[in-house]
């Protein structure tokens, strides 16, 4: 059994649309949080990040995670089509090493 | 600034020759990690290097290696390659190595014939 899992989608939504991203892990020992989103061809940017369990808002997006059940989110508000892309969880318990899930690709369709 | 660079982009080897890729980080940043993405494993940790010792490891075997040079520029190294291989590798830089601070390279596609 893999430590992350992620929804595996694909997620096909209209533009406006509310997003929900989800992954549950079981390793106790993650600490950090992080959503990445990749586009085709790119490497993976960094959108968001998280310590403690709770909501992190930043414009459009939200991360929620529940340590007390091992799970994480990642809400898009409002999406758009830029916002097309895969996007992945991921997590650390020791500096430098990060665990990932498989990825969600989502369309976002004007 | 100046992102995470890696080089080739693309590369198209034939199975057991050996391979090396170079990525330099943003600058300031001490901490280079690496990993393989492919679609059947998803994005797989190989190994993180941070002021020239390598800090963490991955499952890989002893074929994959690597190495940090004391201006933080890293270079890792397949050996023996195999079909399987064949895969994007990233890399990663950031200050500290804490993960609020990750900036990825766009990778180098690598192909094993």
């Known amino acids: 059994q893999k430590e992350v899992e992620q929804d595996p989608g694909p997620l096909s939504v209209p533009e406006g649309a509310i997003v929900s991203l989800n992954c549950t892990y079981s390793?106790?020992?993650?600490?950090?949080f992080m959503w990445y989103r990749q586009y085709s061809r790119k490497g993976p940017e960094l959108l968001m990040y998280?310590?403690?369990?709770g909501n992190k808002e930043d414009g459009r997006f939200t991360a929620q995670v529940d340590k007390s059940s091992k799970y994480i989110s990642l809400f898009i508000r409002d999406s758009q089509p830029s916002d097309s892309a895969t996007y992945l969880c991921?997590?650390?318990?020791?500096?430098?090493?990060?665990?990932f899930g498989d990825g969600t690709t989502l369309t976002v369709k004007p | 600034k100046a992102g995470v660079t890696q080089t080739p982009r693309y590369l198209i080897k034939t199975r057991g020759q050996q391979v090396t890729l170079s990525c330099s980080p943003i600058?300031?940043?001490?901490?280079v990690s690496w990993y393989q993405q492919t679609p059947g494993q998803g994005l797989q940790f190989l190994f993180e290097y941070f002021s020239e010792t390598q800090r963490n490891k991955g499952n890989f075997p002893g074929r994959f290696s690597g190495r940090q040079f004391s201006n933080s520029r890293s270079e890792m190294n397949v050996s023996t390659l195999e079909l399987g291989d064949s895969a994007l590798y990233l890399c990663?830089?950031?200050?500290?190595?804490?993960?609020?601070?990750?900036?990825f390279g766009s990778g180098t596609r690598l192909t094993v014939v």
């Open positions: 390793n106790s020992a993650f600490q950090y």
């Open positions: 991921a997590m650390t318990g020791n500096a430098g090493k990060s665990t």
């Open positions: 998280t310590y403690s369990s």
């Open positions: 990663a830089s950031s200050q500290t190595g804490q993960a609020d601070g990750y900036t």
């Open positions: 600058s300031g940043h001490r901490s």
